[in-house]
């Protein structure tokens, strides 16, 4: 099946900074989307981006399908960004996630 | 936020005990998920349904099973709980499939013992 890898797997931030977390695909990009899974264990779905790019706030996603990656940008990091980012593809009716990136953001 | 439930949201059970989590919605959302988190092996696909009386299984559905009897409500029933079935499980909805977005509920935390 599908592999689905994010990277870093974990990253300190102190808050204001900027940050890139990335999600690579082994097979076809198919209406992927990004989620965080907050503190509390509560997941959120930030974007559906199969493709382009899309901007809410500080947060931001490109997904270039071509070449089987997936960008999420945080600007101006908050305390309140802190948590596990995951990317998620389908194939068929299958959602597969990668393994997600743990953020910290340090006030 | 997306109108979606799920109860009981802690259990505590016994190895070999029956037991049922359900998942409410009320965005008449035709597609529902069963989800579960562990750690190692981020989510993974129980069940799915994508319609009324209409289920598949995912990629970990030894050990469970499935009922959707109305549009918002979707059941997940250990028939004989393990201690490897100790999870967080997720129920999430979604309009039209994999090809829109898909909403998480709140999770249900299952210890068996």
């Known amino acids: 099946g599908i592999q689905v890898e994010q990277s870093p797997p974990d990253l300190i931030l102190q808050e204001g900074a900027n940050s890139t977390l990335r999600c690579n695909f082994s097979?076809?990009?198919?209406?992927l989307q990004w989620f965080h899974q907050n503190p509390w264990g509560q997941l959120i779905n930030l974007f559906y981006?199969?493709?382009g790019t899309k901007q809410n706030g500080r947060l931001s996603a490109t997904t270039v399908a071509t070449e089987r990656y997936s960008l999420l940008y945080i600007s101006s990091s908050q305390t309140t960004d802190s948590g596990v980012y995951f990317c998620a593809n389908a194939a068929g009716n299958k959602l597969t996630f990668g393994g997600g990136t743990r953020v910290l953001v340090k006030p | 936020d997306a109108g979606i439930t799920q109860s009981p949201r802690h259990k505590v059970t016994e190895t070999g005990t029956p037991v049922t989590l359900r998942c409410h919605q009320t965005?008449?959302?035709?597609?529902m998920y069963w989800y579960r988190q562990d750690p190692g092996h981020g989510l993974r696909l129980i069940h799915y349904?994508?319609?009324?009386?209409?289920?598949d299984k995912g990629e970990v559905s030894d050990g469970y099973s499935v009922s959707r009897s109305k549009t918002e409500d979707f059941l997940l029933t250990l028939e004989s709980a393990t201690s490897s079935q100790t999870s967080v499980y997720f129920c999430?909805?979604?309009?039209?499939?994999?090809?829109?977005?898909?909403?998480f509920g709140e999770g249900s935390w299952l210890t068996v013992v």
């Open positions: 349904s994508y319609g009324v009386k209409d289920t």
């Open positions: 981006i199969p493709s």
């Open positions: 965005e008449n959302h035709r597609y």
């Open positions: 999430a909805i979604s309009g039209t499939g994999l090809g829109n977005t898909i909403y």
């Open positions: 097979d076809s990009v198919n209406n």
